[in-house]
């Protein structure tokens, strides 16, 4: 199975902050490559979908980059509504589909 | 309204048996793939299984020979049998939609809790 790995597994920032999480997998994986913003006590989200491609309705201050192993997501101006837990999920060619183990953002 | 409502989850012991269910509206769960992703307590995500709109399954490792994933397309509703339940399948189960290989919808999960 590919392994997913994220770093760094909490941060905390300042509202209007640039913050970035990185994740890479354990094998080129193309660009099969999601990210899901998980609010406390809620369902997951979908935010970016194949490394880069924003889900409609997500607001444009996160962005994703990154090809083959090495993936990023990106919030330009950190807000108090962030506050959450980002996972990355790969899903390349066959399942199983595996999720990094989380990067909790918090606000300072 | 794209909606997906779990229910189903309980209190069971190990070995036993459970089915979710998965209603679905505003969209044809027959015509789209739909995956389960279960979160234990306090921890990450992970891949339950998949069943795509040919009615082939997928499922991971840690429950292939426990768990069956089917739909009912005349309810629009997705099920999840779980037998030979273990406490580390305690988890919240949630469905979701499957372009591909993203979730772009999720319900908002149920809690199965293995104890004796």
């Known amino acids: 199975d590919i392994q997913m790995t994220q770093s760094p597994s909490s941060l905390s920032r300042s509202v209007g902050d640039r913050v970035t999480i990185t994740c890479r997998a354990s094998?080129?994986?193309?660009?099969?490559l999601n990210w899901y913003q998980q609010r406390p006590g809620k369902a997951p989200k979908l935010l970016i979908h194949?490394?880069?491609n924003l889900q409609s309705g997500v607001p444009s201050r996160f962005s994703g980059s990154g090809s083959g192993t090495d993936f990023t997501l990106t919030i330009s101006s950190l807000q108090p509504e962030d506050l959450a837990t980002y996972y990355c999920?790969?899903?390349?060619?066959?399942?199983?589909?595996?999720f990094g183990q989380g990067t909790k953002v918090e606000i300072k | 309204e794209v909606q997906l409502v779990e229910t189903g989850g309980g209190l069971i012991q190990p070995g036993g048996s459970l089915r979710l269910s998965c209603a679905v509206s505003?969209?044809?769960?027959?015509?789209?793939?739909m995956s389960w992703v279960r979160q234990a307590p306090g921890k990450g995500l992970e891949w339950v299984s998949v069943?795509?709109?040919?009615?082939?399954?997928d499922y991971a490792d840690s429950v292939k020979g426990r768990f069956t994933i089917s739909r009912d397309s005349s309810m629009n509703t997705i099920y999840l049998q779980m037998n030979s339940l273990r406490v580390e399948d305690t988890a919240v189960y949630y469905c979701?939609?499957?372009?591909?290989?993203?979730?772009?919808?999720w319900g908002q999960g149920t809690l199965v809790t293995v104890s004796s």
């Open positions: 194949a490394a880069s």
């Open positions: 505003g969209f044809s769960a027959s015509d789209n793939f």
């Open positions: 069943i795509y709109s040919g009615d082939t399954t």
């Open positions: 999920q790969q899903g390349y060619k066959t399942p199983p589909w595996t």
């Open positions: 094998q080129p994986i193309s660009s099969n």
């Open positions: 979701a939609r499957d372009i591909g290989y993203w979730n772009d919808q």
